[in-house]
């Protein structure tokens, strides 16, 4: 069965910290990457996405994620995090499969960051 | 801009009982993604419809059925409720389906409870 892992479950920074989250799949042919972030109270959003092309995206608020084909990974990363990154993350993959179009989501990485 | 708008809010159901999710996509969205989210996971794929027609299925049974309207909105139903159906049902929009400009937009959820 395809998957998606999310090595890291509880992150906690200390402001202005490097970040990096980890994210490894399991789905031989072409994917869609997603990393999504849950801030406390709201809905999930979009923090970036990779297609095709440069395999480094940049999102909003600074993150950026780097797709290495070869390792099946889809890292975050951010080079300061600040106190308002304080959330949920969640690393998504979009893949075709005999059943139509699929969505596979890891199970999170709760980041606190620490003023 | 109202966003994704999900009802009910919060729902308690008996084991046994039949329910009807409803879910509002932003003006102008064609697909509608279901998804649901047990507490300390990622939210599992149901089912993508996109311009009415069922474009992926997740690895749910078949007591799980939607459809979306002509006016693009959707309803899950979920047959002869199971206590584990306890979750956070969440829909997802987007304006188009495939491609780079692929970007979903989530609601708050509709939190389901079988007794």
């Known amino acids: 069965a395809q998957s998606v892992s999310q090595h890291n479950h509880h992150v906690i920074l200390s402001e202005a910290a490097s970040l990096e989250l980890g994210c490894n799949y399991s789905?031989?042919?072409?994917?869609?990457l997603f990393w999504y972030v849950q801030y406390p109270g709201q809905h999930l959003q979009l923090l970036l996405k990779y297609f095709s092309g440069d395999p480094l995206v940049k999102g909003i608020k600074g993150f950026e994620a780097e797709f290495i084909k070869s390792k099946f990974s889809f890292n975050l990363r951010k080079p300061s995090v600040q106190w308002s990154d304080t959330a949920e993350y969640f690393c998504?993959?979009?893949?075709?499969?005999?059943?139509?179009?699929?969505?596979?989501f890891g199970t999170g990485t709760s980041l606190t960051v620490i003023p | 801009d109202a966003g994704v708008t999900q009802s009910p809010t919060h729902l308690i159901k008996t084991r046994g009982q039949h329910v009807t999710l409803r879910c509002s996509p932003i003006s102008g969205h064609k697909s509608v993604s279901w998804y649901q989210q047990v507490l300390g996971q990622g939210p599992q794929f149901i089912f993508q419809?996109?311009?009415?027609?069922?474009?992926g299925r997740g690895n749910f049974p078949d007591r799980f059925s939607a459809r979306q309207f002509p006016n693009y909105s959707s309803e899950l139903n979920v047959n002869a409720l199971l206590l584990g159906d306890s979750a956070l049902y969440l829909c997802a929009s987007s304006l188009s389906w495939p491609g780079p400009s692929y970007e979903q937009y989530f609601g708050p959820g509709t939190r389901l409870t079988v007794t």
């Open positions: 789905y031989g042919g072409t994917v869609n």
């Open positions: 419809y996109y311009e009415k027609e069922e474009r």
């Open positions: 998504a993959v979009n893949a075709r499969a005999t059943t139509g179009n699929q969505f596979y």
